[in-house]
């Protein structure tokens, strides 16, 4: 089974682009988050009727991606994933109050079962960065976000509570709050980690 690497944070720390400067140096299969092409996003963002809707499909197509990741010749990248779609959105948005308690719980049963048929990620990359580069990031993006800045603190939390469920040596935190878009203090340092893993896990 092919290993998978995903890269995971609040909303705006980076991800994607820190996912695309990665792709440009190294041969990985990239699953990205594809927001635009998500049916519910924009029905959520302006409706919150709309939560359970958009966080089930969001686990469903990330559990589709994963599942043709694994099955792939080349070491698997995604942006966010399964995981942080559940112990940090979903959670966020039952704490907002877009999710009942019964729609989180019926979030956490799939999640839960879809993670005992799918294996856990080889190789977790976290991210974090200070709230102000958070928000300027946030501002500048094309896209429909869900999440603020004023989201991250909590939303990194969530992540952190997620991760001490993690082995430590499963999990690379890296702090891009001074990082450029092609990430060229992270990203060998992401590089030289992929390979030692690889050479130990070999």
């Known amino acids: 089974m092919n290993k998978l690497i995903v890269i995971v944070g609040a909303s705006g720390v980076g991800k994607t682009a820190l996912a695309q400067a990665l792709c440009k140096t190294h041969n990985f299969a990239f699953a990205p988050e594809r927001h635009a092409e998500r049916p519910f996003q924009a ?5 919150p009727k709309y939560a359970l809707a958009n966080q089930f499909d ?24 399964l995981d942080l779609d559940f112990f940090g959105f979903t959670r966020l948005f039952h704490t907002r109050g877009w999710l009942t308690r019964p729609e989180f719980d019926l979030c956490r049963r799939f999640h839960a ?13 976290s991210l974090s960065a200070d709230s102000q580069t958070v928000r300027e990031r946030l501002a ?3 896209r429909i976000n869900i999440a603020s800045g004023e989201d991250a603190e909590l939303l990194e939390r969530y992540v952190n509570e997620w991760l001490e469920t993690v082995p430590e040596s499963n999990i690379l935190r890296l702090d891009v709050t001074n990082e ?10 992401i590089l030289d980690k992929i390979t030692t893993w690889k050479t130990s896990t070999n």
């Open 113 to 125: 079962l879809t993670r005992s048929l799918l294996p856990p990620p080889d190789l977790i990359i």
């Open 43 to 47: 029905l959520f963002k302006q409706d």
């Open 180 to 189: 450029s878009a092609e990430y060229p203090i992270s990203a060998p340092i």
């Open 58 to 81: 969001y686990l469903i197509y990330r559990a589709e991606q994963e599942r043709e990741l694994r099955t792939g010749g080349k070491p698997a990248l995604m942006d966010g994933g």
């Open 140 to 142: 500048s993006r094309n």
